[in-house]
C-alpha cells in the first residue's frame, strides 16, 4: 500500500491541477541532495561538471550552479543556458562531434575554459578562429582510448567512433603544439560510457585515463592543466539494478585522484555528471483518459506517453524494461499487470508493459520516476504534433513552472504554408 505521492508537501493532484498535464516535474531538494553528497565525498579537486544534455532547463542548472556545478555543454543553446544559469565562463567547457564555426566562435568570445576539441579538422577551424581573434584557444583533446572498459550500458571506448581523435592517430603526431599556433592544449578528455553502475568501473576508467593523459602530455611535449575524466555515472532504473553508492565510489575513487595529483598538483580535474545528478529528481506524470481492457489484458491510455519520455520505450535493450511507476494521486487496493500507454498511434507508446499497479480508473495520475534525465529533450516531442509538455520545479517547497507547455499556436507558427 503506498500513499499519496507528494514532493515537499505538494501533492501530484495539486500539481496536475494548477500546470496540467502530462507534466514533468523536479524536485529541488533531490537535484540538490545528489549534487551535495557526491561533493563533501570526493576528493575537493576533482571537480563536477553538470552536462546539460541530460536535463537542459535552465530553472534546473541554475539549481545545480548554485550549489556549485560547472557546466559541460554542447550546443550554442547549452552554452547560454550555462551562462544564464549563472555559471561562470572559466567554468564551462564544450564538447561535441560537430561543433559549428558559430559555436566555436562563441566559446572563444564567451572566454570558456576549454573546448573539448574531437578530431584534426576541428583543430584547424578553432586555430583559425583564435587567430582572427588575437586569441590563444585553450583545447582540451578529447581521446578516443584503444581500450574499453567493460560495464558501462554503452561503451565508449576501443571501437571507431565519430567522437574524440584515436589515441593511435594522437600518438603518431610529433609537432601537433607547433602545427597550431593559435591553440592551447591544455589537457586531455576521455568519455568511455554511460550508465555505469559499478563503482569500480568508474575507478578504472579514471585510472586509465591518468595514464593516458600522462603519456600523451609527455609524447606531444605540453603541461597537463587539465584532465577530463569523463562520467557516465548511472543511476538504477530497472529490476535488479542497484544505485552507485557515493560513499563507496568516493573511498576508491579519492585515492586514485590524489595519486595522480602527487605528481600533477595544481592540474585541474574535471568529472562529468549528467543522469546521475538530475533522474532521482524528475517525474513524469500523466493522466488516465480511458481504461480498457484487449484479449484479456488492461490498457491505461494516458494524455502523454513516450512522445515525451522515449528512454521508456527501453534503454540498450530488445526487451521492454519498465522504468518505475506508481499511481500518483491516491492509494490504491490490489493490483494487476497494467499496459500504460499515451496518445500515440503506435504499439511503441507504452510507458510501462504489464506494470504491477493498483486498479487504473480514468482521471487517475501515474508516475514513471526516475525520469529527470533524457526526458522531453531526448524525446520526440513534435510526433503527432503534441508538442513539449510543461516542466515544474519544486523547490523551497514551492512549485515554480520552469517551462510552459508549448500551445497549438506556439507549433503550427513555425509551419509555412507557402
Ligand atoms: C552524454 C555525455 C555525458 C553525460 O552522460 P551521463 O551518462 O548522462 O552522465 C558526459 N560527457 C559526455 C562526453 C557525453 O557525451
Known amino acids: 500500500m503506498t500513499s499519496e505521492f507528494q514532493i515537499q508537501g505538494i501533492t501530484a493532484a495539486e500539481l496536475a491541477a494548477q ?14 541532495g545528489q549534487f551535495t553528497t557526491l561533493r563533501e565525498l570526493l576528493h575537493p579537486d576533482l571537480e563536477m561538471f553538470f552536462s546539460l544534455k541530460a536535463n537542459p532547463n535552465v530553472s534546473v542548472c541554475a539549481l ?26 572559466g567554468d564551462i567547457i564544450f564538447l561535441g562531434p560537430g561543433k559549428s564555426e558559430q559555436e566555436i566562435a562563441a566559446c572563444l568570445d564567451e572566454g570558456i575554459y576549454a573546448l573539448v576539441c574531437e578530431s584534426f579538422g576541428e583543430l584547424v577551424l578553432i586555430d583559425a578562429a583564435a587567430r582572427e581573434r588575437g586569441m590563444i584557444a585553450p583545447v582540451l583533446l578529447r581521446v578516443n582510448p584503444a581500450f574499453a572498459v567493460k560495464g558501462s550500458g554503452l561503451t565508449m571506448g576501443g571501437k571507431p567512433r565519430q567522437f574524440g581523435i584515436d589515441e ?46 600522462e603519456r600523451l602530455a609527455t609524447h606531444l611535449d605540453f603541461p597537463l592543466e587539465a584532465v577530463d575524466i569523463g562520467g557516465g555515472l548511472g543511476v538504477a532504473y530497472f529490476a535488479g539494478e542497484r544505485d552507485l553508492d557515493p560513499a563507496v565510489l568516493a573511498q576508491l575513487l579519492n585515492p586514485v585522484v590524489a595519486d595522480f595529483l ?35 489484458e488492461w490498457f491505461a491510455v494516458a494524455d502523454g506517453g513516450t512522445n515525451h519520455h522515449m528512454a521508456a520505450v527501453g534503454i540498450g535493450s530488445f526487451v521492454k524494461r519498465n522504468f518505475p511507476m506508481r499511481l500518483l494521486n491516491r ?88
Open 331 to 418: 492509494d490504491g487496493d490490489g493490483t494487476g499487470p497494467w499496459h500504460v500507454t499515451g496518445p500515440l498511434c503506435t504499439p511503441n507508446d507504452t510507458l510501462g508493459k504489464a506494470v504491477e499497479l493498483p486498479e487504473l480508473r480514468v482521471g487517475d495520475l501515474v508516475g514513471v520516476l526516475r525520469s529527470g534525465a533524457y526526458g522531453p529533450s531526448a524525446s520526440p516531442v513534435l510526433f503527432l504534433s503534441h508538442g513539449h509538455p510543461a516542466e515544474v520545479l519544486v523547490d523551497g517547497g514551492r512549485s515554480h513552472l520552469v517551462r510552459r507547455r508549448d500551445t497549438a499556436d506556439d507549433l503550427l507558427r513555425q509551419q509555412i504554408r507557402y
Open 262 to 296: 602527487s605528481r600533477h598538483g595544481g592540474t585541474r580535474l574535471l568529472l562529468e555528471l549528467g543522469r546521475y545528478l538530475t533522474a532521482p529528481a524528475g517525474t513524469y506524470v500523466v493522466r488516465v483518459r480511458y481504461v480498457k481492457e484487449s484479449m484479456g
Open 168 to 213: 593511435e592517430r594522437l600518438f603518431a603526431e610529433t609537432d601537433l603544439v607547433k602545427t597550431y599556433p593559435a591553440v592551447r592544449l591544455v589537457g586531455v578528455h576521455a568519455y568511455l560510457g554511460t550508465r555505469i553502475l559499478d563503482e569500480q568501473v568508474v575507478v578504472e576508467n579514471a585510472r586509465r585515463i591518468f595514464a593516458l593523459a
Open 64 to 89: 545545480l550552479a548554485s550549489a556549485g556545478a560547472r557546466a559541460e555543454v554542447s550546443s550554442l543553446v547549452e552554452l547560454r543556458t550555462a551562462l544564464l544559469a549563472g555559471v561562470r565562463p
Open 19 to 32: 500546470y496540467g498535464t502530462p507534466l514533468y516535474v523536479y524536485d529541488g531538494d533531490s537535484l540538490r
